[in-house]
């Protein structure tokens, strides 16, 4: 039961084959034979999920109208506030802090009465794509162990590997979402800026910074993407616009007369061979079902990583000025005679990790008087050229494509002490963020040389993210149909596993 | 060796620059919900945009906006058809994000001006201020330190934070460099703030309550000798909490400035706290090593991009200016300009105004808040509209001197019971048992008890001397315990001697 897909499961709880409880229990117990080895999770809320899987039961008893995905379990990635439930974001920072108040994303998701089943783990505050930064240690991928899940969202992306949960809440500022999702044959979307709030969402870098769904499917990814969507008054740089028809979308699968452009500079060197042919393959399949395929320039992704890592951090810089041992969170050196000063210091000394406070001193130098026009202002100016580059490839085709990441999953501590090449990891996603636009990650089979899964990455203009979907939905059809089962169903079996 | 106004007036011309913030009185904070109610318990209005808690975000009071677009547009301002916030960064605990969202390089209004009249010694002359912006920002929560010797957070034991003001709207009006005001200086800037205090409150924008901190100054001060053209280094004087205080710190620095200058010192480039007792400042944070507030546009906000029909509906729809509504008042008030700056002076136009407005004669009402009322106040050492008396008490009490219920004596008494806080005018004149006596009956006996008691003065009335009438009509007062109106007694009287009363 855990192996189906969301949509099946929501199949069989609206046919009354299965309760919610019994659902939900079933993933319990996964996550309590698997997690040992995973790490994905970092809160386990057993009594909260069976509560909220009782009442959607009671509810369904009494034939309320329910949600398409009520009933369904689902892990959130602990950077969204949930009320009462600890809220980390991976940080020792946050250790045993509970929000007062649910994330409109958790909001929506308890409107649609999906299961949370617990929070899961990251690199601390998002910053990394490996999870290893995490301060509760890693997450392992579950295709292999001593590898990493990709990050900063390997929890969501590993538990649904591990078949802990079918749906996750992931968050991407440069790739947190699709990368994991990459390494770990699973799908994950994060959609136009602006498309889902942040409210509640604990900010890396504002400007980027954007929730999505993580699923095992391209619908299951639809339908989570419907429901968590649309514009919320609490963030104001949410769209007011109704909420791109994703599902109907992924139901049609429909790449007729579309145009893919395959982005030049987003392919060949530094591309692993067992992604790039997955990549020409899932091309050749796309033509089949009927899409034009066109190549486009984007000459100025080029640049993309490096202003990335001067507008990422500069926001960081500024949004993480608020652990401050003052209100929440941790506190250190708060003895008889110690200033405030003495505390906030000696607390964020200790309470944030190598990652995190090199990314706060490269934001707070970014931003230094006499630096910022050299720095923050010319990766602002980057930024537009990124922008101007998805225009006029837009112009040229309707959606744009690459692989997702150059490798697949490397092991763990490889690149540990390698920021430059850990950073280099997200070459292919960073652009999309810098932009604002839509992108998905979805499986496109393992790699000849490791048997590693490699991501196909499908990008869409602002606010058009049923493209991705359509285009999606039709390489997954078509590769399924060649693969006869999906390709999770390859995974080695974890051991304990249900 | 202590150097006169005059000494340092003769020989150096001093540079102002004024910033002034103003609280705005939206009913809720610039960037959440939460009330703006001063004086509630701490932290009871806060939430998780204010406190900063993760994940919160900010989102813009309209209200706060249209405020201060509407003071943009009263002190002649541009209004940037697009502005935007920025983080202003700096850690200190009362302010729970640690950053400050404000407006840094994209202010919503700029290069305006406000005209201010003084009076100097060729007459009352004019200054124009101009105003380089006026933009949005958050207050910041309130810090108690607690055990220090002088509430500083040096040497304090521990320290309360309130988070009641973080997040509540504030507006900056910040003047270009004021030159040329000589050694007016100091009540330029007075008139100044007093300007911009009448007109945010014709605005209605906001409380302008300088003692409790809605309305701030901080007064930039340099010196330059006489004819020279660089600016001298500025101080910047924090804490000015009353128009005197304005006046008082700038021209402390003046001093200040010009003994540091005289005895080859430089001044140095600081903020410096005003001292209410002494009219002192003393030295705060150096500037020199200026703190770098790593200015950036806020990523939570998008930009301010008013609409222009907006615009110029909040524009048709100004009051009129406290200059223009202050002639017009003098001319229908045909009150002399001596008369018209004791009331500006005084504080007690507007009171003067709601008086009139309420059916008093302006001269009466005038003469009640500028003698009695005034009198009380300068005794009490309090503000006259602090006092617990309002125009609606002082046009009933003029209302009933002009119907002859009360003498002006009289009167006197019930402003002073209404300000005792012993009630209203009507409940001041029961309980203190106040009347005029105008039973003519009850005053010819006291004037015949007076007469009889004073034959020969009542004698010399008969012979028509009619200012020995005084003793008689001093003696029937006091009989009748003041309560008598001395008009009518008078003429009483001199009728009984066989005089005709004009």
Redo the contacts between chains.
């Keep these: 039961m855990i192996r189906n897909s969301a949509s099946e499961m929501a199949s069989k709880l609206a046919s009354g084959d299965v309760t919610s409880v019994q659902l939900t229990q079933a993933h319990l117990d996964q996550i309590a034979a698997v997690d040992k080895q995973v790490h994905a999770f970092l809160h386990i809320d057993t009594e909260g999920a069976l509560a909220q899987a009782a009442a959607v039961d009671l509810k369904r008893k009494n034939g309320d109208k329910l949600s398409p995905l009520a009933g369904v379990p689902l892990a959130l990635k602990d950077v ?2 949930q009320k009462g439930i600890p ?1 980390t ?1 991976g940080s020792k920072i ?1 250790e045993g ?1 509970r ?3 649910d ?1 409109t994303v958790v909001a929506n998701l308890k409107k649609n009465d999906i299961v949370i089943l617990g929070k899961t783990n990251m690199d601390e505050f998002a910053m990394g794509s490996s999870t290893e930064n995490s301060a509760y240690g890693p997450t392992h991928n579950p295709w292999d162990l001593s590898r990493i899940p990709g990050g900063s969202g390997g929890g969501s992306a590993a538990a649904l590997a591990a078949f802990e949960a079918p749906l996750a809440i992931g968050t991407d500022t440069g790739g947190s979402i699709r990368q994991p999702a990459a390494v770990t044959g699973t799908v994950g979307v994060k959609p136009t800026y602006g498309g889902v709030s ?6 890396f ?3 980027l910074d954007q929730a999505g769904p993580c699923a095992r499917t391209v619908l299951d990814a639809a339908l989570l993407h419907e429901a968590i969507a649309g514009h919320d ?5 949410s769209i007011n616009a109704p909420v791109p028809a994703v599902v109907a979308a992924a139901k049609a699968g429909n790449v007729k007369g579309m145009k893919i452009g395959v982005v030049k500079e987003l392919n060949g060197d530094g591309y692993q061979p067992g992604v790039r042919k997955r990549f020409e393959e899932s091309l050749e399949l796309l033509a089949a079902a009927g899409a034009e395929i066109v190549e486009v320039s984007a000459p100025n992704f080029e640049y993309a990583l490096a202003a990335y890592y001067l507008i990422a951090p ?2 960081c ?2 949004n993480l ?4 041992a ?3 969170g941790l506190r250190v050196g708060d003895v008889e005679g110690a200033s ?2 003495s505390v ?1 210091n000696l607390t964020r000394e200790v309470g944030f990790g190598r990652e995190v406070k090199r990314r706060i001193i490269l934001g ?1 130098y970014a ?3 006499g630096y ?1 026009d050299a720095y ?1 202002g010319s990766a602002q100016k980057v930024r537009t050229l990124i922008t101007q580059d998805f225009n006029k490839a837009f112009e040229i085709a309707d959606v744009l494509v690459s692989p997702t990441c150059p490798t697949t999953a490397f092991k763990i501590g490889e690149k540990a002490d390698d920021p430059l090449a850990m950073y280099l990891n997200d070459i292919a996603t960073i652009p999309v963020n810098m932009a604002g636009i839509g992108g998905m990650s979805l499986p496109s089979g393992v790699a000849d040389e490791d048997g590693l899964p490699v991501g196909f990455q499908i990008m869409a203009p602002v606010m058009k993210d049923e493209r991705m979907y359509s285009v999606g939905a039709s390489l997954e059809a078509s590769l399924l149909s060649k693969w006869g089962a999906p390709l999770l169903s390859t995974i080695p079996v974890l051991a304990g596993s249900k | 060796m202590s150097l006169t106004y005059d000494d340092v007036v003769a020989k150096y011309e001093p540079v102002l620059g004024l910033e002034v913030h103003v609280e705005l009185n939206t009913n809720s904070k610039m960037f959440c919900g939460c009330s703006t109610i001063f004086g509630a318990e701490p932290n009871t209005q806060t939430c998780p945009v204010c406190l900063a808690l993760p994940g919160a975000l900010p989102t813009v009071n309209e209200k706060a906006i249209e405020s201060t677009i509407k003071i943009g547009l009263a002190l002649n301002c541009s209004i940037a058809p697009f502005s935007r916030f920025a983080r202003k960064n700096y850690f200190y605990p009362d302010m729970p994000k640690n950053f400050q969202i404000s407006q840094y390089d994209e202010p919503i209004c700029v290069n305006g001006y406000v005209d201010v009249e003084i009076e100097t010694d060729e007459g009352p002359k004019t200054f124009r201020i101009e105003v380089e912006r006026v933009h949005m920002e958050e207050d910041t929560g309130k810090s108690l330190h607690v055990g220090g010797a002088t509430g500083r957070i040096h040497g304090a034991e521990y320290s309360l934070l309130d988070y009641n003001r973080a997040g509540i709207p504030l507006v900056e009006i910040v003047t270009k460099i004021v030159p040329g005001t000589g050694k007016y200086a100091p009540e330029v800037a007075r008139a100044y703030v007093a300007e911009l205090r009448d007109i945010l409150r014709s605005l209605g924008v906001s409380d302008v309550k300088m003692e409790q901190g809605s309305l701030r100054c901080d007064a930039n001060v340099s010196l330059r000798l006489i004819g020279a053209e660089v600016l001298g280094t500025r101080s910047e004087t924090k804490n000015v909490n009353s128009l005197r205080s304005v006046e008082r710190a700038i021209r402390g620095e003046m001093i200040r400035h010009a003994e540091l200058l005289n005895n080859g010192q430089r001044v140095i480039q600081e903020t410096r706290h005003f001292q209410e007792d002494t009219g002192l400042t003393r030295s705060g944070r150096s500037k020199e090593q200026a703190e770098d507030y790593r200015y950036f546009p806020e990523p939570d906000l998008v930009p301010v991009a008013p609409d222009a029909a907006w615009i110029e509906q909040l524009r048709a729809a100004l009051p009129e200016r406290p200059s223009i509504h202050r002639k017009r008042l003098q001319e229908q008030w045909s009150v002399p300009d001596k008369e018209m700056s004791a009331m500006i002076n005084a504080d007690v136009l507007d009171v003067v105004e709601a008086t009139v407005a309420l059916g008093a004669d302006p001269a009466k009402a005038r003469g009640w808040w500028l003698g009695e009322i005034s009198r009380i106040a300068n005794e009490k050492d309090s503000a006259i509209k602090d006092l617990a008396i309002n125009a609606s008490d002082v046009a009933e009490i003029v209302a009933l001197v002009n119907s002859g219920e009360l003498t002006d004596k009289l009167a006197r008494q019930v402003v002073e019971g209404v300000i005792a806080g012993e009630g209203k005018p009507a409940q001041v004149i029961a309980s203190r048992g106040i009347k005029v006596v105008s039973d003519d009956s009850a005053l010819m006996a006291a004037i015949e008890n007076a007469c009889a008691a004073q034959p020969e003065t009542a004698q010399k009335v008969r012979d028509g001397h009619i200012p020995a009438a005084g003793a008689l009509i001093g003696a029937v007062m006091k009989e009748t315990k003041g309560q008598a109106d001395a008009a009518r007694v008078r003429e009483l009287l001199l009728g009984h001697l066989g005089q005709s009363s004009n």
């Design positions: 969204m506030t809220t974001c946050l802090w929000p007062p108040y994330s942040r409210f509640g969402l604990v900010a870098s504002s400007s008054p609490k963030d104001s740089t500069s926001e810089s500024s000025a608020r652990f401050d003052m209100r929440y405030a000063e906030m707070t931003l230094s008087s910022y923050y």
